[in-house]
Each structure stands twice: as C-alpha cells, then as structure tokens.
C-alpha cells in the first residue's frame, strides 16, 4: 500500500521568502509522485510531477521538487513566495497503475 | 488536451432528494474514472474506482447503494447521491485516465450543499 505524508497542515512564509513543502511517501514499488494546488471552491492543479527520469523535477509557476529515494521524500521548494501562492498543496503518490493517494494537504498562507 | 469537465458546479438540494453528478472526459476517451470526496479543510479521499462498462469498485466505508456509479461510455461516468443528507455535503471531484498506466486528469469539482 502507497501512502504520503505531509509534515505540517499550516506553512506561512513571508512575500519573496523561500517556500519548502514537505513530503515524505511510502511505496513498495518504484513511485510516481505528484504535487497538486488547489485555490478555494476549485479543483486540482498538476504543478510538477516525478516519474522515475530525473530527480529534480520543474514544475509550474516557479516551483520544483526533488525525489530523494534515501529520505522517502519529495519536497515541494519555490525560491521566492508570491502572494498568488497562498493556496493549499497536496503531494499524492501513484503505483504503475496510477492509482493515486493524497496526503493531508497544506495550507500556505503568504504574508505582505 | 486532456480536459475533463464536471456538471453542475454547484448544487443544493433537499435532505431525501437524489443527485447527479457528471463528469466528463472532452478530448480523450476514459477506461478509467475516479471519484473522488474532499471535506471542507481536508484531504482528497478516493470513494470509488470506475471502468467503462462494468461494475464501480468501492473503497472500503464507502455504500455503493447510496453513491450510485455509472461509467456507460468512455466519455462519461455519474455519481448519484441517493437520498441525500447533510453529511454528503462536500466537494466532489472526478478525475480519468485514458489508460494505465496514465495519467489521471481532474475535473474541476461539484460542491454539494444538502439542506
């Protein structure tokens, strides 16, 4: 069974601090993993996604992730925070089948 | 590409009543849809998996006589919310893949609000 965990439900940063999201994932399968945003009443986003080529992977609107097998992790990071990305972010991870399974969610909140 | 559309957006309805809930796949064909339940402040949780043509897989916890799961063409699937209650307010969101493995792509959610 694949499962990912998101340390920490609230993350507020100041407007051009550094943003590092956290996720940690367990899979007994090589994973496919995904960051998502979701903004208020809206549905999901796809920012980035890792699929077993590169460890560092770009992503949407400034954001990034690496893929760190030894840490289970797969850390969500933008260098400089805007106010447009408050929002929640969810990691999810899939086997080869694509059956999906979402973390906790966290909420960025984004200070002038 | 590979946009999937959800009707309506946005409904309330009647303790009692029953609900339909669309999702649409426009530019590719779905074997697969997925539906998924979200509480306000809280996580996506799969409640059922669809393959076109047969029967809808459950997650455990989940009544499959009271979310009824259609997925009669490869465009399509429904979620019926059968004698709705205020508990089944929530966010609804479906997503579909063309084939596996393969991407899941997300609708953009149906809020429920059951008075």
């Known amino acids: 069974a694949q499962s990912v965990t998101q340390l920490g439900s609230h993350v507020s940063v100041s407007e051009g601090a550094l943003v590092l999201l956290r996720c940690n994932y367990s899979s007994s399968v090589p994973p496919y993993l995904f960051w998502y945003v979701q903004y208020p009443n809206q549905g999901l986003q796809l920012l980035l996604k890792y699929t077993s080529a590169a460890t560092l992977v770009k992503g949407i609107n400034g954001f990034e992730a690496e893929f760190k097998k030894s840490e289970t992790s797969f850390h969500l990071t933008k260098p400089s925070a805007h106010m447009s990305d408050a929002a929640e972010y969810f990691c999810?991870?899939?086997?080869?089948?694509?059956?999906?399974?979402f973390g906790a969610g966290t909420r960025l909140t984004v200070k002038p | 590409g590979a946009v999937v559309s959800q009707h309506p957006s946005r409904v309330i309805c009647k303790s009692g009543t029953s609900v339909k809930i669309e999702c649409r796949s426009l530019?590719?064909?779905?074997?697969?849809m997925f539906w998924y339940r979200q509480f306000p402040k809280q996580s996506l949780m799969l409640m059922a998996t669809s393959n076109e043509g047969s029967k809808a897989t459950y997650e455990q916890g989940v009544e499959k006589d009271k979310f009824l799961i259609n997925h009669a063409s490869l465009t399509l699937s429904t979620l019926t919310v059968t004698s709705a209650h205020p508990e089944d307010s929530s966010f609804y969101i479906c997503s579909a893949r063309a084939v596996a493995p393969g991407w899941q792509y997300f609708g953009p959610g149906t809020r429920l609000l059951v008075l």
């Open positions: 999810a991870v899939s086997d080869r089948n694509n059956d999906m399974r």
């Open positions: 530019d590719f064909q779905a074997t697969t």
